[in-house]
């Protein structure tokens, strides 16, 4: 119980203060709970609350105070962000037939799950690399990647190379600036600034998609 109360605490918090003692109450038991935290974030579509970027962000910071083995953390959480991906891949590509059953074809017909396939199939591989620096969209691409019957083996290529990106940039950035006395200052507002850079890229996708659609519109018409 006592371990649920703190992990509770640092993650309601996320800042170093609260970080540093956390890591000392579990010792080498720290890496699995970072571990299980990715894991979780990107394996299942029923927690995407989970902090991702923010997590990363502060873990770098740890390392490069030496709290945390920076190599071991770089792998461990590569791993999990693969592996989360791949699960949730699996979880939605064993659903996508379960959900067209019965009274469920009222809600998503097997057309809907062309359409999807088709487009990850088209745009797929951009669209798994972006996700993984959108929160919420993070949790929800693999699994709609996987209820669209994206290829697997593209679906995975992409996934490996995204996660890697992800794991090591957001980790690093922390690594290399999370220790500036300004940003350990600034903690909270440096957290915000992440989210607020992390959905950047989904909405210049987002606009890019919407000015084609217009002047496919024009074009048209």
Not at 71 to 80: D, K
Not at 91 to 107: A, C, M, S, T, Y
Not at 176 to 193: C, D, H, Q, R, S
């Amino acid at each position: 119980m006592e371990f649920f109360e703190k992990l509770y605490d640092v993650l309601r918090h996320l800042d170093p203060e609260h970080m540093r003692s956390f890591i000392e109450y579990c010792g080498l038991w720290i890496y699995a709970v970072f571990f299980a935290i990715i894991f979780l974030e990107t394996g299942l579509v029923v927690t995407p609350f989970l902090p991702g970027d923010s997590l990363l962000f502060l873990v770098g910071a740890m390392a490069a105070g030496g709290a945390l083995h920076l190599p071991a953390v770089l792998v461990l959480l590569l791993v999990a962000a693969v592996l989360g991906d791949t699960v949730n891949y699996q979880i939605g590509h064993f659903l996508g037939p379960k959900v067209l059953r019965g009274e469920n074809r009222r809600f998503l017909k097997q057309r809907y799950l062309d359409q999807t396939h088709e487009f990850f199939e088209k745009y797929g591989g951009s669209t798994i690399i972006i996700a993984r620096f959108v929160p919420i969209v993070r949790t929800f691409a693999p699994f709609v990647a996987g209820v669209g019957a994206m290829t697997y083996w593209k679906f995975l290529a992409y996934n490996v190379i995204g996660g890697t990106l992800w794991v090591m940039l957001v980790t690093m950035a922390g690594y290399w600036f999370g220790t500036w006395p300004i940003v350990e200052e600034n903690f909270f507002l440096v957290i915000i600034a992440i989210i607020i850079i992390s959905i950047l890229p989904g909405v210049y996708e987002y606009l890019r998609q919407r000015r084609r659609s217009r002047q496919a519109a024009k074009e048209s018409s």
